[in-house]
């Protein structure tokens, strides 16, 4: 047992660790350099390649669904490789893996040829790659930067407890822009789970890829977070010694790294991708119609909720006739949710929720804030399905995550619009992270994501019902009837309703 000094010591370092946390700062950004979207000269790579659909399709914007991770990734290999001018990413997570590094050397091939990359990423994806970044940005056509940065780099967690307020606050949006021309905007972050690379766990995702006037949107949307207070750039917190030397000792490294890769399984199906001839035929199978881009300003915990696009989001949803689907992989609706749901079926609209199971989540926390409102979201008249954890080996662990898991947020309104981006239906996007997305008004691309919509439930949810003893499931492939969490084990479930009596609410 600890003596009653040691224990005084502890808390003692503690407590004075938390102090130096409470007093420490940002740094000043004075004259930081402001810069704007770059659009491609009309003789670029993809200006042609987009000349003709635009000029049959005068003022209107097209899209595609990328529905695989293959093709997710496929789509944004090959924008970086026709850039011309400028490559703009921003994301939420950009893992050090094999796909973050496939990325990554197209970025620094791009940079080489002298296109401008800029990079804007939310703090928590730099927390073990801070140095690698900023060598990065020593490249001149490179910059990096960091939205809502910690003051600690190597005691991150000192930042949150001491400043919890603006670190509870996260930039969420996904986006990637090549030449002011093309985009792909949607809920994927950058990790070998979102493209298919992954056998522990893959992200069932929707990114669109998209030509026209709403890329100009996206651009507009990117530079006023690259521009904001509260974006850093990387060297501001690494110090380079000698910055082309390491620069150069990344090269060298890539070269090693690309002779291992070029042999990788995941790389031949990505030059198997459908998608990849299509792009090269230029035959691909555009939506044309209206598309407009809706976000957060990036100093959303500082504005007022009718600057959040949570607004134009719940007056769509106040205008739906006839049916709404929400895609919401964390879905915690709260009572306000539910009272707008219910309301919505009490006037006849078919409304429909399809989540991750407490089997399929990635965060037991979330299905904890969402297993109490089930009940009255039935009695409600909301239909209510849950994705399965398909795979090898259902998930048993009240920790880590399953082979397989909803991450697409989507929602289809009647049979005419869309919203595809990275907004959950949960208090964290409503209130707390910056989110976007893009609203699409396209009919044929709504109906056939309707159509599709019988085939995938059947496949792959159970249906949540409500008897006399309360909920159960359904499988809808097999017809089997399930009286507790399908797939989860005791430890997970446990886990979950351990939760669900805290107070967590607000932060999920």
């Known amino acids: 047992m600890p003596r009653p000094a040691a224990r005084r010591s502890f808390w003692l370092m503690l407590f004075g660790c938390m102090t130096l946390g409470g007093c420490a700062s940002l740094p000043e950004l004075k004259d930081m350099e402001k810069s704007v979207k770059l659009t491609s000269p009309e003789d670029s790579l993809i200006a042609g390649y987009l000349?003709?659909?635009?000029?049959?399709?005068?003022?209107?914007?097209?899209?595609?669904?990328?529905?695989?991770?293959?093709?997710?990734m496929v789509a944004r290999l090959a924008l970086i490789q026709s850039a011309h001018s400028s490559i703009d990413l921003q994301y939420y997570i950009f893992r050090n893996d094999d796909t973050g590094?496939?990325?990554?050397?197209?970025?620094?091939?791009?940079?080489?040829?002298?296109?401008?990359?800029r990079l804007l990423l939310d703090d928590t994806a730099s927390a073990t790659i801070d140095h690698q970044?900023?060598?990065?940005?020593?490249?001149?056509?490179?910059?990096?930067?960091?939205?809502?940065?910690?003051?600690?780099?190597?005691?991150?967690?000192?930042?949150?407890?001491?400043?919890?307020?603006?670190?509870?606050?996260?930039?969420?949006?996904?986006?990637?822009t090549v030449d002011n021309r093309l985009s792909v905007v949607g809920g994927r972050n950058i990790g070998n789970e979102y493209f298919a690379n992954d056998e522990a766990v893959e992200f069932g995702d929707l990114d669109l890829l998209m030509a026209g006037p709403v890329v100009d949107e996206v651009s507009d949307q990117f530079d006023n977070y690259w521009n904001?207070?509260?974006?850093?750039?990387?060297?501001?917190?690494?110090?380079?010694?000698?910055?082309?030397?390491?620069?150069?000792?990344?090269?060298?490294?890539?070269?090693?790294?690309?002779?291992?890769?070029?042999?990788?399984?995941?790389?031949?199906?990505?030059?198997?991708?459908?998608?990849?001839?299509?792009?090269a035929d230029n035959r691909i199978g555009w939506f044309w119609g209206e598309a407009t881009v809706l976000a957060d300003p990036p100093e959303k915990h500082q504005g007022q909720a009718d600057e959040w696009m949570i607004k134009p989001l719940l007056e769509a949803f106040a205008d739906v006739k006839q049916r709404?689907?929400?895609?919401?992989?964390?879905?915690v609706p709260t009572d306000s949710g539910v009272t707008l749901l219910t309301d919505m079926a009490a006037r006849g609209v078919e409304v429909i929720v399809v989540t991750n199971s407490l089997a399929a989540t990635d965060v037991v926390a979330v299905h904890s804030g969402y297993q109490g409102y089930?009940?009255?979201?039935?009695?409600?008249?909301?239909?209510?399905?849950?994705?399965?954890?398909?795979?090898?080996?259902?998930?048993?662990?009240?920790?880590?995550?399953?082979?397989?898991?909803l991450h697409a947020k989507s929602f289809?309104?009647?049979?005419?619009?869309?919203?595809?981006?990275?907004?959950?239906?949960?208090?964290?996007?409503?209130?707390?992270?910056?989110?976007?997305?893009?609203?699409?008004?396209?009919?044929?691309?709504?109906?056939?994501?309707?159509?599709?919509?019988?085939?995938f439930l059947t496949n792959n949810t159970f249906k949540l019902m409500l008897g006399d003893e309360g909920l159960y499931w359904k499988d809808l492939r097999s017809g089997e009837l399930l009286y507790a969490e399908p797939q989860a084990g005791f430890w997970r479930r446990l886990m979950a309703d351990f939760l669900s009596i805290i107070p967590l609410e607000s932060q999920l």
């Open 51 to 72: 000349a003709e659909p635009l000029s049959e399709n005068p003022g209107q914007s097209a899209v595609l669904p990328l529905f695989d991770g293959l093709d997710a």
């Open 101 to 117: 590094r496939l990325l990554a050397w197209q970025l620094l091939e791009a940079a080489d040829r002298g296109v401008r990359v």
């Open 133 to 176: 970044l900023a060598v990065m940005a020593s490249h001149p056509n490179i910059g990096i930067r960091l939205y809502n940065p910690s003051a600690h780099r190597s005691l991150r967690a000192l930042s949150f407890l001491s400043d919890f307020a603006r670190m509870n606050h996260r930039m969420h949006n996904k986006s990637l």
């Open 228 to 279: 904001a207070a509260s974006s850093y750039p990387v060297e501001t917190f690494s110090r380079l010694e000698s910055a082309k030397e390491e620069l150069a000792a990344i090269y060298h490294t890539i070269d090693l790294q690309k002779a291992s890769l070029e042999a990788h399984p995941y790389v031949q199906r990505l030059i198997k991708s459908p998608l990849l001839r299509q792009l």
């Open 324 to 331: 709404l689907v929400i895609f919401s992989p964390y879905f």
């Open 374 to 405: 089930r009940e009255a979201l039935l009695r409600g008249g909301v239909s209510l399905y849950e994705v399965k954890a398909t795979g090898r080996k259902p998930s048993h662990s009240w920790k880590g995550s399953s082979r397989s898991s």
């Open 412 to 455: 289809l309104l009647d049979n005419e619009a869309m919203f595809v981006g990275s907004f959950n239906f949960d208090p964290r996007s409503a209130w707390l992270n910056t989110e976007m997305g893009v609203w699409v008004e396209q009919g044929a691309l709504n109906q056939q994501m309707q159509a599709w919509l019988p085939s």
